[in-house]
Structures are given as C-alpha cells and as structure tokens.
C-alpha cells in the first residue's frame, strides 16, 4: 500500500503540486504511524520537504524517522546534511556520532564526520582520528586514504604512511 502512495505523492511532487504532495504523505502518515514502513515514509516526506525549502519541517521530519528507526543512516546522513547546509556542523557531528554507536552505517557517518572536522570544523587533528577508525573499519577505501594522508602532512605527521594507521604504502592512481 505505501508503494502506491509513494507513487502518488512523487506525480503530485513531479505535477509540480507541491500542497496535494504533502497532504499525501501527511494523510498517510497520520493514519499508519506505527506502520513497518513509517520510517521510510517520514524520510521522504523529509526528502520532498527540503526541496520545497520548508527546512525546519524537514529536519522534524527526519527526526521523527530517526525516532521511527534510530539507525536509519540515510536518513541522519541527510539531516547532517541540513544541519551542515545551515552551518550547524556541531549538531552534524553529534547526530552522525550517536547513529554510529546506534548501529547504523559506521563506514559513511565517520567519512562524514571527518569531512566537516577537516573542511568546515579545521579540526584536523579529530578528522585524522576519525579517518583511522574508518580505515580500520573497511580498509582500502581510495578516498579517505588521499584524504588521511593530505591531512596527516598537513599537521606534519611523520611518517605520513604507516602501519599504525592501516596504510603500509600510498594508494596507486
């Protein structure tokens, strides 16, 4: 049944009738919160919410999915992303920190976390020790192996490349 009124709530969305989107979802939700769905249904409507630019809707939104499912990595990626989008880094972290030790996506929040440590936090020091853990988590991830190694120069830490940290040589292009 919700596979149907998602379908009606994205031609609504797509129609460009935002008003009759949002009272799909808003009807929908009213009537099942305790749906195994309703997670699902409450990121999207979070999801369609902040396109429309209703943003503290939205963050209430993805909230209520967290409650609905607190490890709901898509959904705390995307509220750290809002969070983020209004310059809330702290609160992003926070969230992304309290959905690893839930459960949720480890690998993707730490890379998260370490992002906004090391681009708008220039707490290079907790960006490092958060690119380890993820590193010690899935090794071998390309990216945050160039990120860890531009970061630890950065803070002159010698040797850049080090078993400590799981990287034994710099990655291959």
């Not at 997670?39 to 999207?44: K, S, V």
């Not at 396109?51 to 939205?58: D, T």
């Not at 909230?63 to 989008?85: H, I, M, N, P």
């Not at 708008?120 to 907790?126: A, D, H, N, Y």
Request: hydrophobic share 45%; aromatic share 10%.
């Amino acid at each position: 049944m919700f596979t149907q009124v998602f379908q009606i709530a994205r031609a609504h969305e797509e129609a460009g009738d935002d008003a009759s989107a949002i009272a799909v979802y808003r009807t929908w939700l009213a009537s099942n919160a305790n749906e195994q769905l309703a997670h699902y249904a409450w990121f999207e409507f979070a999801r369609f919410l902040q396109k429309v630019g209703k943003l503290e809707k939205a963050a209430l939104a993805f909230q209520e999915a967290l409650e609905q499912k607190s490890d709901y990595t898509d959904a705390a990626l995307a509220l750290g992303y809002l969070f983020e989008g209004c310059k809330k880094f702290n609160e992003a972290i926070k969230l992304w920190h309290k959905c690893v030790k839930l459960g949720g996506d480890k690998v993707a929040l730490l890379n998260n976390i370490a992002r906004v440590y090391d681009v708008k936090l220039l707490q290079f020091e907790l960006a490092e020790a958060t690119l380890v853990e993820s590193l010690k988590i899935r090794p071998g991830q390309r990216d945050v192996i160039s990120a860890l190694l531009f970061i630890r120069q950065r803070l002159c830490m010698w040797p850049v490349v080090s078993r400590d940290i799981g990287i034994s040589e710099p990655p291959r292009v």
